[in-house]
């Protein structure tokens, strides 16, 4: 994942609605792709992954998407919904390497 | 429910003095992360233990900073002496390399450190 390491950068969306998160990564050599969820006060929370030979994996309510050629991840939520509030996290993995982005923020909106 | 377990969850010390934080992983995993998060610089990757053998603490501060797994129940992140650039959460996370499918790693609840 790419580190910003000064803002994180967020995203507020209506309940409801469906929620984006991008994120990009640096090294072409990684093999393994994953998102977290972390809530206040908590650790991050696996959501979903991928591996480098796919370009789209669905799980419940989210969506991965992998462009190896720009080298970027986006995770997808449909229906957000409040308990959906809180920073995501992609991390990308080279060997056991496993490296994370800042993270994004997303609130939800009543 | 299987889940990584970290004591202290809070800590707070005066700088100079030695801090330990412990981490249960989850029984069958063979590998174990050390994690430090901060505002600034996010997750940080600090050491890495697979099978209890140390591959990759090039993240940690060597001067101060100590990782271990006494056994496979066991990880420790030793802090001697602590100072108050140190104050962060220290997350410990397990995964399995034998998995099939990608090497998932799941993480503890943190064990938050104020050095003051």
């Known amino acids: 994942g790419e580190s910003v390491g000064l803002h994180l950068p967020t995203l507020s969306v209506q309940e409801g609605d469906n929620s984006i998160i991008n994120c990009a990564y640096s090294?072409?050599?990684?093999?393994?792709f994953i998102w977290y969820k972390q809530e206040s006060g908590k650790g991050p929370q696996f959501i979903i992954d991928?591996?480098?030979?796919?370009d789209k994996r669905q799980g419940q309510r989210v969506t991965v998407l992998l462009n190896k050629t720009v080298k970027h991840l986006s995770l997808q939520i449909a229906a957000t919904q409040p308990g959906d509030s809180a920073v995501y996290f992609c991390a990308d993995r080279f060997t056991h390497d496993m490296r994370f982005g800042a993270g994004t923020r997303l609130t939800v909106k009543p | 429910d299987a889940r990584v377990t970290q004591t202290p969850r809070h800590k707070v010390t005066e700088m100079g003095q030695e801090v330990t934080m412990r981490c249960q992983p989850i029984l069958g995993h063979n590998t174990v992360f050390w994690y430090r998060q901060t505002m600034m610089q996010g997750l940080e990757l600090l050491a890495y233990?697979?099978?209890?053998?140390?591959?990759?603490d090039s993240g940690m501060p060597k001067d101060r900073f100590s990782a271990e797994m006494p056994d496979a129940t066991l990880a420790t992140l030793k802090i001697q002496p602590s100072e108050p650039r140190d104050s962060a959460v220290y997350f410990c996370?397990?995964?399995?390399?034998?998995?099939?499918?990608?090497?998932?790693?799941?993480f503890g609840e943190g064990s938050w450190l104020t050095v003051v």
């Open positions: 996370a397990s995964g399995s390399s034998t998995q099939s499918y990608g090497n998932t790693i799941y």
């Open positions: 991928i591996r480098s030979n796919m």
């Open positions: 090294n072409s050599a990684s093999d393994y």
């Open positions: 233990f697979r099978n209890r053998a140390p591959l990759d």
